[in-house]
C-alpha cells in the first residue's frame, strides 16, 4: 500500500431512538511498523478551520485514537473492555468511556477496512451506540 492515502472516515451514533450520522474525507500517510498499522491525518473544524492532528495505530483487536489541537485526548478500543481517558475539547474537560463490542479488519492489497462497534459513555452517562468505519485506500 502506498504511503499517501485518500481516508474516508463514518461514523453512526445512536440513542435510544434518534441517530446521526457523519462522514468526512480527508487525506493521509500509512504505514506499518512492528505488525502495527499507523494512520496519520489531519481534520478541521468547520467554522474557525482549526486543525486537529490524528494519529491511529491499529491492529487486528486493539485501536488507539491520539488527537492533538482543538481537540486533545486518546481513546483505546479493545473488544470486550471498558477503557476510560480525559478529552479535552473547546468547551471544557470531559471523562471519556468506551466499551468496545467488536473490531473488525480487513486488508488487501491497496484497501484497509477498519470497523469499530461501541458504546460511548461521558462522565459516567450512555452518550450513544456507536459504530465507526475507517476506509483507507491507498
Known amino acids: 500500500m502506498n504511503n499517501n492515502v485518500l481516508i474516508k472516515i ?5 440513542l435510544d431512538e434518534s441517530s446521526d450520522s457523519v462522514e468526512m474525507m480527508a487525506r493521509g500517510k500509512y504505514y506499518e511498523k512492528n505488525e502495527k498499522h499507523y494512520l496519520l491525518y489531519d481534520d478541521f473544524e468547520g467554522e474557525s478551520g482549526a486543525k486537529t492532528k490524528n494519529t491511529l495505530k491499529f491492529t487486528d483487536n486493539r485501536v488507539e485514537l491520539v488527537r492533538n489541537g482543538l481537540i486533545n485526548g486518546k481513546l483505546v478500543f479493545k473488544k470486550g473492555e471498558n477503557n476510560q481517558s480525559l478529552y479535552s475539547t473547546p468547551y471544557g474537560d470531559m471523562l471519556l468511556e468506551v466499551w468496545t ?19 460511548l459513555y461521558a462522565d459516567n452517562t450512555k452518550v450513544s451506540d456507536s459504530r465507526i468505519e475507517i476506509d483507507i485506500q491507498g
Open 10 to 14: 463514518s461514523g453512526l451514533q445512536s
Open 101 to 119: 463490542k467488536d473490531i473488525a479488519l480487513k486488508k488487501l492489497e491497496e484497501t484497509i477496512n477498519l470497523k469499530i462497534d461501541y458504546e
